[in-house]
């Protein structure tokens, strides 16, 4: 069901069910937990991709039929559970997609705080037609990047948004040839890598619970954030290296 290796600072989790386009039933979800709570201390990025043409087809709808609304409540607070120990983890989520990307497997990307797209990725919330509604927390996480009128209209109309689409509004960052997000995906995890750990906790851990609050509050907690980020162990020997260098191009790359 999933594929776990850990290199380099890096740990990857691969859906691997993709002969029902990584469908997630209740074993998948099982074996998500189970690797997000065996990430090692020393990780500093988690990647995630999937095995075949498409990514994640969302809920496995035979394990759905006959369920009644206590057991598919139950479900849905166990995907939130799962989804969001994967989102709070700490680490900074790089997410690899392709092909489609529809219904709970868009939950799972939207936990992504990199987002690769290939040309062949397509986007879908068919629940309108299915007669179901999204259970892994997709009216927060994907609400936050569509807008819930937006999100509405996909659930009404189960439209498809083709990859450039997507793009635009920005359920990717990135947007590559067809076969190459893995390696991009890849390539800006070890980036991510490069910066102090410190900054990158506070970067997934802080930023999106400050855009919740107001101003006030907000601006309090960001200062406190900085504070705690900015006296971390390594930041005055990074700031010395680059004021050394004093290089146009490193002062590109930063800024």
């Not at 594929?3 to 859906?15: A, E």
């Not at 937990?33 to 990514?55: M, N, S, T, Y």
């Not at 200062?223 to 700031?239: K, M, N, W």
Request: with cysteine; hydrophobic share 45%.
């Amino acid at each position: 069901m999933l594929q776990v290796d850990y290199s380099g600072g890096c740990y990857r989790l691969v859906l691997d069910r993709p002969r029902k386009r990584n469908a997630i039933n209740a074993d998948m979800l099982d074996a998500l937990e189970a690797a997000v709570g065996a990430i090692p201390a020393q990780a500093g990025v988690v990647l995630l991709a999937a095995r075949g043409p498409h990514f994640c087809a969302g809920l496995d709808l035979s394990e759905h039929q006959g369920r009644d609304a206590a057991q598919v409540f139950a479900i849905s607070r166990r995907w939130q559970q799962v989804f969001g120990r994967l989102r709070d983890c700490g680490r900074p989520l790089v997410v690899a997609l392709s092909g489609a990307v529809i219904g709970g497997g868009l939950e799972l990307a939207a936990l992504g705080h990199i987002r690769v797209a290939d040309e062949t990725t397509f986007y879908q919330l068919p629940e309108g037609r299915h007669g179901v509604f999204v259970g892994g927390g997709g009216s927060v996480s994907i609400a936050r990047i569509l807008g819930a009128d937006r999100m509405g209209e996909m659930m009404l109309t189960g439209r498809r948004l083709e990859a450039e689409e997507g793009a635009r509004l920005g359920l990717s960052h990135y947007l590559v040839p067809k076969g190459s997000a893995r390696a991009r995906a890849e390539s800006l995890a070890a980036r991510v890598l490069e910066n102090a750990p410190l900054a990158n906790w506070a970067i997934v851990a802080a930023l999106p619970r400050i855009a919740e609050m107001g101003a006030g509050p907000g601006g309090f907690v960001e200062s406190l954030t900085a504070a705690f980020t900015q006296t971390g162990p390594d930041v005055g020997q990074r700031i010395g290296q680059f004021l050394a260098t004093g290089t146009k191009e490193r002062a590109d790359e930063i800024c």
